[in-house]
């Protein structure tokens, strides 16, 4: 059956709502403006369900709502129900224990009344588990990082704990990382222990991106966001654009 263009009905929280067959529970509460708390959802990654900030309840079940798709008319959802509360305070007290400092997991604590396990704070390095960085890294075509091990001794790091060789150091890891853990400096780039020279703009020698980046991204003459958006307007306006240095 074509499902392209038909519409679930349903409710959450009580509230009616319409979307398109397939559509996430997340993102149609969202439509509907209600807040369901979310840690290792982006909504320019492919969804993972690993922290599962974002359980909501459904006739005593509990669901991953960025994970959970429409497709059947008539289904209820609970997103602050005794069930889901008490859910999402357990994982909370589980990220806690991880990123104890996190200023957004602080909140949620607060508004939840909760307060990591004193039990569970052995070990804590400020990441997650959540794999945002290894979703994003894939996103920006490498694939240098990993989540390897299991349970509390899992973590992301490169091929055999080392700096990665397929990493180009675009730090897309370090700012897709809900929680600030992945440590990265500026000019040079310096990030999982390789360090990347920079390459200025032709037009305005801000630097953009590092060489590897710009190679992989196959952009021919690249120039920083502000001068692309610049010559733009002025191609709009029959001015002349800039000229290139030769290669």
Not at 117 to 141: E, K
Not at 211 to 227: D, I, S
């Amino acid at each position: 059956m074509n499902h392209t263009h038909r519409k679930v009905t349903g409710t959450i929280d009580g509230r009616k709502f319409e979307a398109p067959h397939g559509a996430t529970l997340l993102d149609t509460a969202k439509g509907l403006g209600l807040t369901i708390p979310t840690l290792c959802h982006h909504p320019g990654l492919p969804p993972d369900g690993n922290c599962r900030l974002c359980l909501v309840e459904s006739g005593g079940r509990l669901l991953a709502s960025c994970m959970y798709p429409l497709r059947s008319d008539g289904e209820a959802f609970l997103t602050a129900s005794p069930l889901a509360l008490e859910a999402r305070a357990f994982v909370l007290r589980l990220l806690l224990a991880r990123a104890p400092n996190d200023a957004y997991l602080l909140g949620l604590a607060g508004e939840l009344g909760v307060g990591a396990d004193p039990r569970l704070t052995d070990g804590a390095d400020g990441c997650i588990r959540c794999g945002r960085c290894v979703r994003a890294c894939r996103a920006a075509g490498s694939e240098a990082i990993a989540l390897v091990g299991r349970g509390r001794e899992r973590k992301v790091a490169g091929p055999f704990f080392e700096a990665p060789i397929d990493c180009v150091g675009c730090a897309a890891c370090a700012r897709a990382c809900p929680t600030g853990h992945i440590a990265y400096s500026e000019e040079p780039r310096s990030i999982w222990g390789r360090d990347f020279d920079l390459e200025p703009c032709p037009l305005c020698g801000r630097p953009m991106g590092t060489p590897e980046e710009l190679r992989r991204a196959g952009v021919e003459n690249p120039v920083c966001p502000a001068c692309r958006r610049r010559e733009y307007s002025k191609s709009l306006m029959g001015l002349p654009e800039a000229s290139f240095p030769a290669p």
